[in-house]
C-alpha cells in the first residue's frame, strides 16, 4: 500500500513538474510563481557586457531560468536567430533587410529594442604620446580599401615614421559595420591588412601591446581598459571631440555616436521566461547600461519598448 501511493506521488509530482516546463513557470512553494526555462543570447560583442550584467541578475532573481550570452558578432547573432539557435540577438547595428528576411523565411521576426548609446572608440597604445586626436579625413585614409597610410607619418608629416599596426572588429560585427559606413563612407568597405577579431578583448591586448597601434570598439572597453590605452579625440569638423557620457548622449561625439539593441524573436516572447527576462532587462536597463559603461536612453525609450512585450 505504501509502495503504491509513493508511486502515485512520484507520477502527481512528475505531472506537476511537466506543466511547470510547459508554460515556462512553477509553484515556487511559498504560495508564488517561479519562472523555469532557458533564453539563449548571443551577437555584439559590445552589447555583451550589457546582456551579461543583465543575465547575472535575472538568474538571482529567477534561478529556475538559465540564460547564456554568447559573443559571435552582430551579423553572427542574427544568422544564429535565423537558425534557431538563440531567442535574442544583441546588435551594435540595426538589422540589415536581409538579415530581417533571411529570418523570415525560417517563420522568425526579430523585434527591434533599442537599450543604450554607445560610442565608438578609437584608441592608441599608452605609449603614444604625440596623438591627441585624428580627423575623419584622417581615419578614412588610415581604413580605406588601397590605403597607402603605413607609419604615423604618413598621416600628419610632423608625426614619426614609426609603422602604424591596426586592430579593429572583424567583418560580422555590427561595430565594423557602423565604423567603415560612417569613416570610410561605405559599409563593410576596409582595408585588409589589420588584426581582426570578435572579441574586443583581443583588440584591447593588441593595441596594449603595440607602441605604434590604433584600434576601435565599444566605448565601455575603452573605461574597462583606460589605464592601459590612451583616447584619440575626434574631429569631423567642429574641432576634436573626445567620447563621454555627455558627448555620446547628446550627439556631439559625431559621426561614432549610436544606438544599440536586442533583438527578441517575436514567437520566442510568448514563452512566460523570455517575455519576463527581456521586461526584466528594459527595467533595470537604465542602471546595468551605466554601470558596464555606456549611455542609458531617455526613460520614455524604455517605457516605449516595455510597450512591445505586454
Request: charge should be negative.
Amino acid at each position: 500500500m505504501f509502495r503504491k501511493g509513493l508511486v502515485m506521488g512520484v507520477i502527481f509530482a512528475l505531472a506537476i513538474g511537466v506543466a511547470g516546463c510547459g508554460d515556462g513557470r512553477t509553484d515556487s512553494g511559498n504560495g508564488g510563481e517561479e519562472w523555469i526555462g532557458t533564453v539563449k543570447i548571443d551577437g555584439s560583442s559590445t552589447v555583451y557586457p550589457v546582456s551579461q550584467a543583465v543575465a547575472e541578475e535575472f538568474m538571482k532573481k529567477h534561478p529556475g531560468v538559465k540564460v547564456t550570452v554568447g559573443e559571435s558578432g552582430t551579423g553572427g547573432g542574427f544568422k544564429k536567430m535565423a537558425a534557431g539557435e538563440i531567442d535574442i540577438a544583441d546588435a551594435s547595428r540595426p538589422i540589415k533587410d536581409e538579415e530581417r528576411q533571411e529570418a523570415a523565411a525560417k517563420g522568425i521576426e526579430p523585434v527591434e529594442i533599442p537599450v543604450a548609446y554607445d560610442g565608438i572608440a578609437v584608441v592608441v597604445n599608452k605609449e603614444n604620446t604625440f596623438i591627441d586626436s585624428l580627423t575623419v579625413e584622417e581615419l578614412k585614409r588610415i581604413w580605406e580599401p588601397g590605403s597607402k597610410v603605413k607609419t604615423w607619418k604618413d598621416v600628419r608629416t610632423e608625426w614619426p615614421a614609426e609603422p602604424i599596426k591596426l586592430y579593429g572588429p572583424g567583418t560580422a560585427s555590427g561595430t565594423f559595420d557602423y565604423f567603415t559606413g560612417e569613416i570610410v563612407g561605405e559599409e563593410g568597405k576596409c582595408r585588409t591588412d589589420y588584426t581582426a577579431s570578435e572579441d574586443d578583448n583581443v583588440i584591447v591586448r593588441g593595441v596594449q601591446g603595440d607602441k605604434g597601434a590604433l584600434g576601435y570598439f565599444g566605448y565601455a572597453y575603452y573605461l574597462e581598459n583606460k589605464d592601459k590605452l590612451n583616447i584619440v579625440k575626434i574631429d569631423a569638423g567642429k574641432g576634436p571631440v573626445e567620447p563621454t557620457e555627455t558627448t555620446i548622449n547628446d550627439g556631439t561625439y559625431f559621426p561614432l555616436s549610436r544606438k544599440v539593441f536586442i533583438y527578441p524573436d517575436r514567437k520566442a516572447l510568448e514563452r512566460p521566461e523570455i517575455r519576463e527576462f527581456v521586461r526584466f532587462y528594459l527595467e533595470v536597463a537604465k542602471d546595468m547600461v551605466r554601470e558596464t559603461g555606456y549611455v542609458p536612453l531617455p526613460d520614455a525609450d524604455y517605457q516605449k519598448s516595455l510597450e512591445l512585450v505586454k
